[in-house]
């Protein structure tokens, strides 16, 4: 499986962005897929996560009600509402096969895609 990231950019506080995850490969289909971010000197951290048949999601509470994951084919969107400063980092979109759940463990990931940058001003 090879993930490509695309979407991020700059805006204001209170602005929108959606990231696109294309994934290609045999057997993408089978996989959650999930997008993780890391700002300068932080650990890298689960913001959303949907199941392979995208039945079931989950988001991290700081972004609750404002980010909505979904996937379509070999796409898997993040669409992020009301932006703000503390928002900023490197995002990476990855897949799991682990079936233990929702995994917050960067490590029970199996593929990542290169980082798209989102940065958020006041």
């Known amino acids: 499986v090879q993930l490509q990231a695309s979407g991020g950019g700059a805006v204001q506080a209170g602005g929108s962005l959606r990231l696109t995850c294309t994934a290609s490969?045999?057997?993408?289909?089978?996989?959650?897929m999930a997008w993780f971010r890391q700002a300068p000197g932080k650990e890298r951290d689960l913001v959303a996560h949907?199941?392979?048949?995208?039945?079931n999601t989950y988001y991290a509470d700081s972004v609750k009600d404002r980010f909505t994951i979904s996937k379509q084919w070999q796409n898997t969107y993040l669409q992020m509402n009301n932006l703000k400063p503390e928002d900023t980092a490197l995002y990476y979109c990855?897949?799991?096969?682990?079936?233990?759940?929702?995994?917050?463990?960067?490590?029970?990931?199996?593929?990542w895609g290169q980082g798209t940058q989102v940065t958020v001003s006041q």
């Open positions: 990855a897949a799991s096969k682990y079936t233990g759940g929702v995994s917050t463990r960067p490590y029970d990931y199996d593929y």
């Open positions: 490969g045999r057997t993408y289909s089978s996989y959650g």
């Open positions: 949907i199941s392979w048949n995208g039945v």
